[in-house]
């Protein structure tokens, strides 16, 4: 998939369902096309006339599932339908879907849930609001229990369409045929675990227009952001191509700057300097290659460096310190406005004083880099932004907060921007988790901005980059190889 991909929210998708009824479609046609796609992906997951059993649920769900069960059966295999709610109970063209369905019904409780070739999930779709209970908790309590292949529709039962959350318990699904678009529980953890492969059904509703006042989340890929990956061309000289200055942590603590600013290096960063302070700058010499040193001691030394207006891009918190010598670095790279990029120290040192960056990034580039765990200490004490179950709302709340592009790391790492835009990354790698990956990570994203990249766009990009370049090794990757990987990655890319 190569174009932009909107993950339309419930109440999105609600609003789609909606104006795709009212240009003309019926919603039974919708229904109809639902069932049919199920029905096709259920085929090529079984052999012909195997035993599929469909568990439908009291609503729309639920009519996909007695659509897909009846088309399955017309095409000779041996389906049994399990409802987890009274048959008189269904409404709508929930109900009329189960007036084509000609076999028996049977409650989910006398269900073969074990003998099944393969289960179809038809519980609850992308409307579910509330932790599970009765008939639907003891079909997902079977359903999991009981070994057999497992295809859902639309999302997984249980997982909440918005947030990735499981709600009180969720079907473990080996695939999901989703209509229209995937939504952010397909990405985002716990629900991509309990997603499986998903594929998108086209059935005639348009949810890749989210409207000029509405807010888009995406899924992080190239054609968000490649038309602002900086290209050389045959006039480029490293002056044009941005100066990236990383700050040093003391002598026993380089290792980490020296990572940023190789990877700041390779992303194509015209020039890299270290700034170290003057008893680690041995230790930096000592390792460093075209990347430049200079001495910098505390925020006045800082500020010194920072007269010199080609260094545009600052990388300040990997092994700088936990301290107040390190918050006033940063009150100094603000003054400054440069782009800047904050992690790990920069971030910690301000455990519970997060009301000191309220609005302080709004007048240059600012990108954060937390973990969960840095996120959480940063903004202690302010549950508006640590309460919401949601990874994308935090995110979101968190980047409006400060004025900053923030980046909650994570295999479903999302980034969002002061204006409301968010995007879930999905191509992460386990492998990423070793000591220093995040000092890359850093390095990349300073790199693109001092190439004159836009925040946003540059932290998407380097989080692609970054989760591309490590997958690309696999098994034994340390931080270290990391920068080298770039290189392939950006060819392709850019060729």
Known sequence: MTRVELLPTAQQMREADAAAIAAGTPGFVLMTRAGEAVASVAESMVTPGAQVLVVAGPGNNGGDGFVAARILQDREYRVILALATARDRLRGDAAKAAEGWVGEVTPVQAAPFESADLIVDALFGTGLGRDLAGDARLAIERINASGRPVLAVDLPSGIDSDSGEVRGLAVLADRTVTFAARKPGHLLLPGRRFSGLVEVADIGIDA??????????????????????????????????????????GATRTGAARLAARAALRIGSGLVTVASPPEAIGVNAAHLTAVMLRGCEGPEGLHAILQDQRFNALVLGPALGVHAATRAMVAVATLARRSLLLDADALTSFEGLASEMHQAFHHAPTVLTPHDGEFNRLFKGHPDL????????????????????????????????????????????????????????????????????????????????????????????????????IPNVLSDLLN
């Open 208 to 249: 890749q227009a989210p409207g000029a006042d509405r807010i888009a989340t995406f899924a992080n890929r190239p054609a968000l952001w490649s038309g602002a990956l900086p290209r050389p061309h045959l006039g480029s000289h490293k002056y044009e191509r941005g100066h990236t200055l990383v700050l040093s942590g």
């Open 386 to 485: 640590l309460d919401p179950p949601s990874k994308l709302e935090r995110a979101r709340r968190a980047a409006a907060y400060t004025g900053a592009v923030l980046v909650l790391k994570g295999m479903d790492t999302v980034i969002a921007a002061p204006d409301g835009r968010a995007v879930i990354n999905e191509n992460g790698t386990p492998y990423l988790a070793t000591a220093g990956s995040g000092d890359t990570l850093c390095g990349i994203i300073a790199g693109l901005m001092a190439q004159h990249m836009p925040a946003f766009e540059a932290a998407c990009a380097g989080v692609w980059i970054h989760a591309a370049a490590g997958a690309s090794f696999g098994p034994g990757l340390i931080s270290e190889d990391l920068a080298d990987l």
